[in-house]
């Protein structure tokens, strides 16, 4: 389903504050399939969504969607395939808007908008019915403004939004990271439940291990614009979190050495 | 009220702006200042379709379309090259402007004559004062757009444009092109900017290349109070708000300008208003504590916050009604003289000062005997209008705009009152008439185009063979183009001179540009006047001075700023002459009648300093001609007078000419007398009335006609159909007006009533012949013979008897008739006549025999012969049955007619008037002699019954 080979992504080229964030990274991942990804602060796990949703250019490389090569299009033309959801609830919805017209915008993913009425009658109806599944009660708050939302609220409608047109790639990005832990679960259940139902094609960034370890039938694992680690569906069965734990550790450890030990180190573990 | 309506009227106008803003500045929180440039371009593609005749409404989409390509381009550069929107809007601003001159083809275009949405929403108008029937039209063609813009913002696309705003990142998420929904909203935006420049040019009546300049702030301003007074989330009140906010701006203006502050504060006012509003709505609501954060909490309320602004928007326009209603009567009979300038300038400040030191030489003191107003536009083109609104709420007699564009907005909202215009290059530019005495009937002024051909002749004494001179100018005012074409016609007669042109755009310019000319190795700079030159002439004269090229120049005041030589016209002399211009009006002339005037007070400047610095030698000829120079410093120039204008301080001479005394002319000169004294002590105006009598002398008369010409009598009132013929030969010139004259038409002096001899008018008042002979057959139902006696060398004498012959056929009389030309005669025609056996004596409007009346009413009575005659008075004298004309009404109508002349109408635009007011008198005593029965009817219609005492 995604195809990604030698992308490189450098932040601020030539100057001194130059960062490589993705660096000749390759990754295949095939339809229904739900990969989480883990990683160390900054080792480009963001990027790496940013660069497959489009919003972020590649300097190098090549990206293919569905068998399509998306790597020259923009954002907004590859959301005909991919919805996301930020870490951040205040990004995935317009608060000045009610919301009904969050989900009009959602409803019309990818298309055309035309200037039309759409919104009333049978779309709202089916609006409802749809907010009524997050269980959240906000079947009856249709025409409240989504700033009116509490945090959780607002992460449960935009995961709504992601999936309201089936996606053909659905990208999370630490998006229960804001979250209080019991809000968290319920978007985590909520992600859980939409992913299956539509049996969806996802990449799930996420801090908590334990989510990590629990969701998806693969995990990749970063470390400094690298994949480090990729478990598949039976080897990810096995891990604990304590196994992922000491591999941070790992890493930690080889940090302490100097830069060229761990580039050969890293060569030879890859 | 015209104030108030003409301000909702500005603001509904405005609203079509201020909704554009509303889309960038509240959907997208870009405040887009490429309206500043929009508003114009929409104005100028507007004025230039109507001018080619285009239908009015048509020409909006087509401003529409215009303005959203400006705007398409601000969000191109915004979007495209990540250019922020302030930047994107200013770059695109700046660069309209010089496609609006290109569109325009000139800085200003006046559409007083072209068809506007104004003049056909007026040719339809029911009768409703004009302000207000554009109102109606207004108020329901918001309403539409209101409805229209709302609903579009509920569709789909309008939510995702809406979303964008709000959201751009989620939007992108969503599959929408942020930078399209971006450049699509700012178009469209600047479209409705487009529309609301093209309505304001049709509505203010011209386009003008400065119009739209710092709209942002008040789009801004209407926005806010929009949403300040409707706080909603629906977008219906939310657009409604901001036309109401607009409306409310604009009416603030107004009140502003009513209170008498100077509308340039109103910017300051405004920008202070944006801010406080800005900060009220924002973090001060939210962060205080204590009594504000009570004070915010009850306003903001919503419902509390629209009766507030309903409550204070009420009390204000209640204040002002109701003071207008309960004391309509408080009546100022000082003349009320409203003066209104575009800007500071030099020019038009010297043209007020002018105006105001003649005013007092005149006689005129502010608060004494007239009330001044003085207003500034301060540059704002569409404060002028408001400043005329204004003046029209405060009941200005006279205005006095000074600059060509207060003129074209007063010439544009001023349709029945006077205006007297001072400092405008070229009236019929901007429609006002055609030629100094075919304008519009209620303007009239001062004006000229400056003496450049001279100057260039002066220059030509001092340089000759091939040369080059340059000139710098800012082509955006129409003025400074008109001059430059004026400058090329001269110079089309002498190819020697080449003329190198450099153009400006601000005074920032001008070093540059003269630095370029003086590099084109000119000869002089030969400067056309030019407000942006002007402001910035030092930079011309260091160039002057370093390179040493002197600069010749039209305008007076250069002198002594470092022009080698001036000749142009004082504009201190401008406003002097207007002040005579006001004067004649006040004292009763019509703007109509008063041609346009040149700039009289000319200086013909040089400044040695200069000379001896550019070590230029001045050929005698012009040292001897100059009548003003600088030396060592000092400007000598003589004093400015206007030649003494004796035409408006001498009282007018009137000659009241009267060919011989009779009751009947007598009556006619009483009543002309008394109309006249009550006209002249309302307006002030001394009459110098002398009574001419020729006692029925046709020499002595053909001298008093002379005397009355020679003697230069201002007008000249004719009695009697002699009087008049006998004056209508000798004078072509004076104003001349007539009365008690049976028909002028026959006396010569016309050929049809409204086709007469140019300088005279009056009125026809026939002998009612047919209507006497009328009432011989109803009183005497078997009479047979009437008999006439009648003077043949009196035109109307023949008149009265071709009449009475007709008269006779039709009531089956047979008409004797008896002729003479001397009083010597009438014994022997009244005895003939009476032989011949006559039933009844008839005399009709024979001026010589009716002053022997009584002579010829005792045989009549002795031969029981009624005697009937065309002047009621005669029936004290012994007629039986007269019936005339009543001649003091006659005498009271002609007054009016003289009025009107005086008044400024030329006489030979007064049609002669068919006047005849029937006066009846009956001798009910003879009536018991004939033996016949008077009507009670026709005794009670009579004005003078004559009963046995
Ligand atoms: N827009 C940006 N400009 C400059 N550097 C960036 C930008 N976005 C990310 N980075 C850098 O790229 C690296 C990877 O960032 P990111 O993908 O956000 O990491 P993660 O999501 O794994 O924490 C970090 O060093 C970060 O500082
Ligand atoms: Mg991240």
């Known amino acids: ?270 | 009220m015209e104030l108030w309506i003409g301000a909702v009227n500005l603001g509904i106008l405005y609203a079509f702006m201020a909704i554009g803003t509303f889309i960038t500045y509240k959907l997208y929180s870009f405040p887009d200042i490429t309206i500043d440039g929009t508003f114009a371009t929409g104005a100028a593609v507007a004025s230039i379709l109507i001018v080619d005749g285009w239908n009015p409404l048509l020409v909006l989409p087509v401003a529409f379309l215009v303005g959203s390509l400006a705007g398409f381009i601000t969000g191109f550069i915004h979007t495209r090259f990540k250019i922020e929107g302030l930047l994107a809007g200013i770059l695109v601003m700046t660069g309209l402007y010089s496609v609006n001159l290109h569109i325009m083809g000139k800085s200003n275009i006046p559409l007083l004559t072209s068809k506007t949405f104004v003049s056909i929403l007026s040719s339809v108008n029911p009768g409703l004062p004009p302000e207000l029937w554009t109102c109606f039209f207004l108020v329901a063609a918001m309403l539409f757009f209101w409805i229209l813009v709302s609903l579009f913002l509920k569709t789909d696309f309008g939510l995702t444009m809406r979303a964008t705003g709000n959201n751009p990142v989620m939007v992108a998420a969503q599959g929408v092109s942020v930078n399209r929904i971006k450049i699509f909203g700012v178009a469209i935006a600047n479209g409705f900017v487009g529309i609301s420049g093209a309505l304001i040019a049709q509505y203010q009546g011209f386009a003008d290349i400065g119009m739209g300049i710092g709209s942002i702030i008040f789009s801004l301003a209407a926005v806010i109070i929009g949403e300040a007074i409707l706080r909603s989330r629906s977008v219906f009140v939310q657009v409604l708000g901001v036309i109401i906010g607009s409306v409310i701006f604009r009416l603030a203006v107004a009140f502003a300008l009513n209170v008498g502050m100077n509308p340039n504060d109103l910017k300051l006012i405004t920008a202070v208003f944006v801010l406080f509003t800005l900060v009220a709505t924002g973090a001060f609501g939210k962060n205080s504590s204590g009594f504000m954060k009570k004070v915010y909490n009850w306003l903001r309320i919503k419902n509390r916050r629209i009766f507030l602004f309903l409550g204070l928007t009420i009390l204000i326009a209640g204040y002002f009604i109701g003071k207008q209603m309960i004391f309509p009567s408080e009546r100022n009979h000082m003349v009320k003289i409203g003066v209104v300038l575009a800007n500071q300038s030099d020019i038009l400040t010297k043209t007020r000062d002018g105006l105001y030191s003649e005013l007092t030489r005149l006689g005129y003191v502010n608060g004494k005997n007239c009330v001044i107003l003085e207003q500034n536009a301060e540059g704002d083109i569409p404060t002028n209008l408001t400043i005329i609104d204004h003046f029209i709420h405060q009941k200005v007699d006279i205005f006095i705009p000074i600059s060509t564009a207060s003129t074209q907005a007063a010439l544009n909202k001023i349709k029945n009152r006077p205006i007297v215009f001072a400092t405008v290059a070229n009236p019929f530019m901007i429609g006002a008439g055609t030629s100094p005495v075919n304008h519009p009937p209620n303007i009239t002024g001062v004006y000229g185009a400056s003496p450049i051909k001279e100057l260039l002749a002066i220059f030509r004494q001092m340089y000759r063979g091939k040369v080059k001179i340059g000139v710098i100018y800012n082509p955006a005012y129409p003025n400074t183009v008109s001059n430059l074409k004026d400058m090329k016609t001269a110079l089309e007669n002498d190819k020697d001179i080449r003329l190198e042109e450099a153009t400006v755009s601000n005074s920032n310019d001008v070093y540059q540009a003269a630095l370029a000319i003086a590099n084109r190795d000119v000869a002089a700079f030969v400067l056309i006047n030019d407000l942006t030159v002007f402001n910035s002439f030092e930079s011309v004269v260091r160039v002057s001075k370093n390179n040493e090229i002197p600069i010749f120049t039209c305008d007076a005041e250069r002198l002594k700023d470092g022009a080698l030589i001036v000749y142009g016209y004082e504009y201190y002399g401008s406003g002097m002459q207007a002040a005579h211009l006001v004067n004649r009006i006040i004292r009763g002339e019509s703007p109509q009648n008063i041609p346009f005037e040149k700039y009289k007070i000319l200086t013909y400047g040089l400044n040695y300093d200069v000379a001896r610095e550019l070590s230029t030698p001045i050929p005698a000829a012009i040292r001897l001609a100059a009548d003003s120079w600088v030396r060592d410093g000092i400007l000598t120039r003589p004093a400015f007078t206007l030649p003494p204008d004796p035409e408006l301080w001498r009282e007018k001479k009137v000659a009241l000419f009267q060919f011989s005394s009779s009751s009947l002319l007598d009556m006619s000169m009483h009543g002309f007398n008394q109309q006249i004294n009550s006209f002249a002590a309302e307006r002030s105006i001394k009459f110098k009335m002398e009574e001419y009598n020729a006692h029925g002398d046709f020499s002595t008369g053909q001298s008093i006609a002379t005397a009355i010409v020679e003697k230069n009598y201002d007008y000249v009132v004719t009695f009697s159909t002699l009087a008049l013929q006998i004056m209508a030969s000798v004078n072509k010139k004076i104003p001349h007006v007539f009365c008690a004259v049976t028909d002028p038409i026959k006396a010569g002096v016309a050929t049809t009533l409204s086709d007469h001899q140019q300088n005279l008018t009056g009125l026809a008042t026939p002998q009612p012949v047919e209507a006497t002979i009328k009432l011989m057959r109803q009183v005497f139902p078997f009479a047979k013979k009437i008999g006439m006696i009648w003077n043949t060398s009196e035109v109307n004498s023949e008149i009265c008897t071709i009449k009475a012959r007709a008269a006779c056929k039709q009531y089956g009389f047979q008409l004797t008739e008896r002729t003479i030309t001397t009083l010597d005669d009438l014994d022997d025609a009244r005895k003939s006549i009476v032989s011949s056996g006559i039933d009844i004596f008839f005399i009709s409007g024979d001026v010589m025999i009716s002053q022997v009346i009584p002579q010829l009413a005792k045989p009549m009575t002795q031969e029981k012969i009624p005697f009937f005659s065309n002047t009621a008075e005669d029936v004290n004298s012994g007629t039986f049955i007269s019936l005339g004309a009543d001649y003091s009404q006659v005498g009271e109508k002609a007054a009016e007619v003289f009025i009107g002349v005086v008044k400024g109408t030329n006489p030979k635009d007064i049609p002669i008037e068919l006047y005849v007011p029937f006066s009846l008198g009956i001798n009910l005593n003879l009536a018991k002699e004939f033996g016949v029965a008077i009507p009670d009817t026709m005794i009670s219609a009579a004005k003078i019954v004559v009963r046995q005492p």
Do not use: C, W
Not at chain 1, 71 to 90: E, G, H, L, M
């Open chain 1, 1 to 270: 389903m995604i195809s990604i080979s030698n992308i490189n992504k450098v932040f601020n080229a030539g100057e001194p504050d130059e960062v490589s964030a993705l660096k000749e990274v390759n990754l295949i991942i095939h339809e229904h399939e739900f990969v989480t990804v883990i990683g160390t602060n900054g080792s480009g796990k963001s990027t790496l969504l940013n660069v497959i949703a489009g919003s972020a250019a590649t300097d190098k490389g090549i990206i293919t969607i569905d068998g399509t090569d998306v790597t020259r299009k923009a954002d907004f033309q590859r959301a005909k395939y991919i919805s996301r959801v930020f870490q951040n609830p205040y990004s995935g919805t317009a608060p000045g808007m009610t919301i009904a017209e969050n989900l009009l915008m959602a409803f019309f993913r990818g298309g055309a908008r035309y200037p039309v009425i759409s919104l009333k009658g049978q779309l709202k109806d089916k609006f409802r019915t749809q907010l009524a599944s997050l269980d959240m009660q906000l079947e009856d708050r249709l025409d409240n403004l989504m700033g009116s939302l509490s945090g959780g609220q607002r992460q449960a409608v935009t995961l709504l939004m992601a999936v309201l047109q089936t996606p053909k790639v659905l990208l999370l990005d630490e998006h229960i990271a804001a979250l209080d832990p019991k809000s968290a679960a319920q978007i985590i259940r909520l992600t859980q439940k939409f992913v299956s139902e539509n049996n969806l094609t996802t990449l799930m960034v996420t801090h908590s291990m334990k989510n990590a370890l629990e969701s998806g039938n693969r995990m990749i694992m970063m470390h400094k614009g690298r994949i480090i680690e990729d478990f598949q569906e039976q080897d990810k069965k096995n891990l604990t979190v304590e196994d992922l734990l000491s591999k941070f550790e790992d890493i930690r450890k080889a940090e302490k050495l100097t830069p060229e030990l761990i580039d050969s180190l890293k060569n030879q573990y890859i």
